[in-house]
């Protein structure tokens, strides 16, 4: 039977998040709200730019008018600074069968994203946004709208993710989900305590592990 490969794309394939959280540190001091960078990996992490909006909010900002600035700072610090996670070439390169990505980021970033890190000829078509579905991460919404475009049923599925809001959404679609480690955003974001604590099917610390990790899971 066939198996689907589900990676997030930040934190996991290119490591960009010490990138993104660095352009919202920046804006919100612009816009009068100071946040530590230990909060933006807190309450952000792994979540769409909607769902910034909204938390932004609560801390009494409006960040809506501000996201075209942000989107093309973001742009231009991802062309200067953005890399693949150390070692995912290597390891997608083993890996075989259906894959996807499903991640939170808008279309063009991750278009851009892969793009840059020369991953997107290893995904092809299978490249999907939470701008697709109604509800992004941690629903499940978005690993069952890419679990039905490449045709393998849930529970036949593997989410490779980083982040507390994309593992809930993997269990909450009935997905075996890996967590992982191997962004340089793992040690300040205090990922190894978080994923640990929503007991994934394995927790792993570099992309080499990979592997070897799914042929275990069977």
Same mark, same amino acid.
């Given at each position: ?87 995912? %070439?290597? &390891? ?10 499903? /991640?939170?980021? @808008? !279309?063009? +970033? #991750? ?58 959404? %993997?269990? &909450? ?10 962004? /340089?955003?793992? @040690? !300040?974001? +205090? #990922? ?27």
């Amino acid at each position: 039977m066939a198996r689907g490969l589900i990676f997030d794309c930040d934190g996991v394939l290119v490591d960009s998040e010490p990138l993104a959280a660095a352009e919202i540190e920046a804006l919100l001091q612009r816009l009068g709200a100071p946040i530590t960078r230990t909060r933006i990996y807190d309450e952000f992490l792994g979540r769409s730019f909607s769902t910034i909006v909204d938390a932004a909010r609560d801390h009494g900002v409006d960040l809506g008018p501000a996201l075209p600035g942000y989107a093309e700072a973001l742009a231009l610090r991802l062309r200067r600074e953005l890399r693949p996670v150390p070692g995912m %070439a290597e &390891a997608l390169a083993q890996l075989s069968g259906p894959r996807a990505v499903a /991640s939170s980021s @808008a !279309p063009e +970033r #991750l278009r851009l994203s892969l793009s840059l890190t020369g991953l997107a000829p290893l995904f092809g078509p299978h490249v999907y946004s939470a701008t697709q579905v109604a509800r992004g991460k941690p629903e499940p919404d978005l690993f069952l709208f890419t679990a039905r475009h490449l045709g393998i049923a849930p529970a036949d599925c593997v989410v490779i993710e980083d982040s507390p809001a994309g593992l809930s959404a %993997a269990r &909450a679609a009935g997905m075996r989900v890996i967590g992982f480690l191997g962004g /340089s955003h793992a @040690a !300040p974001a +205090r #990922l190894a305590e978080k994923l640990a604590a929503l007991a994934p099917d394995a927790l792993i610390d570099h992309a080499r592990d990979l592997p070897k990790t799914l042929a275990g899971l069977g």
